[in-house]
């Protein structure tokens, strides 16, 4: 079946230091990839997406690329702000699927001063 | 515009007793999914509705049920509850069915079952 694999957290940064987090997935086929955000106290919001290999999905000075050679969808940020502080959420979804997403487990980010 | 609202937002039942929970999804969008989040499991799949009609379910079992009205609003009910059905329940909704994965998600519910 299909399945997303994220590196586990936390995961604590100095402001304006360069964030990475790892996202690997299992699927047949060609899923689409998304990034969501977590923030304390509400919903999930979409971050970014790609729907195709080599697609790179970018928002809010991040981003990541569709890697279907090593099935892989890190996210980065060149930059981050105390502000990123949340949990992130790599998903794909299947064609076909209805809204049916898989997510990773979540990782979370602390940024500090 | 309006997000997608879901009431309540805390709940506490004790086992055995049954839970409705209640989803407006942004106007003019006819998808609404649900999803269990808990620390041990993440984020399930619990079932999509589109135009009152399930369109997907995932792999709970059949004390946890979902349906849609014809205003698009959904609810979706537990019964029986157990001590591991505490969780937060996530309620998202999109235009269509399917197609993007572009799902809007509200606050969520979080029930506690003692």
């Known amino acids: 079946g299909n399945s997303v694999t994220q590196m586990e957290g936390p995961v604590t940064l100095s402001e304006e230091a360069f964030l990475t987090i790892n996202c690997t997935y299992t699927?047949?086929?060609?899923?689409?990839l998304f990034w969501y955000v977590q923030y304390p106290g509400e919903g999930l919001q979409l971050l970014l997406k790609?729907?195709?290999?080599?697609d790179k999905g970018s928002n809010k000075g991040f981003e990541a690329t569709y890697r279907k050679e090593t099935t892989s969808f890190h996210l980065e940020k060149g930059s981050v702000q105390v502000s990123d502080s949340a949990v992130y959420f790599c998903?794909?979804?299947?064609?076909?699927?209805?809204?049916?997403?898989?997510f990773g487990t979540g990782t979370r980010l602390q940024v500090t001063l | 515009k309006a997000g997608v609202t879901q009431t309540p937002r805390y709940l506490i039942k004790t086992r055995g007793q049954q839970v409705t929970l209640s989803c407006s999804p942004i106007?003019?969008?006819?998808?609404v999914s649900w999803y269990q989040q808990t620390p041990g499991q993440g984020l399930q799949f619990l079932f999509e509705?589109?135009?009152?009609?399930?369109?997907n379910k995932g792999n709970f079992p059949g004390r946890f049920s979902g349906r849609q009205f014809s205003n698009s609003r959904s609810e979706m009910n537990v019964s029986t509850l157990e001590l591991g059905d505490s969780a937060l329940y996530l309620c998202?909704?999109?235009?269509?069915?399917?197609?993007?994965?572009?799902?809007?998600f509200g606050e969520g519910s979080r029930l506690t079952v003692l």
């Open positions: 106007s003019g969008h006819r998808s």
């Open positions: 509705y589109f135009s009152e009609t399930q369109r």
């Open positions: 699927a047949t086929g060609y899923p689409s």
């Open positions: 998903a794909l979804i299947k064609t076909g699927t209805a809204s049916k997403l898989t």
């Open positions: 790609a729907t195709k290999a080599d």
């Open positions: 998202a909704s999109s235009l269509s069915s399917g197609s993007s994965g572009e799902l809007f």
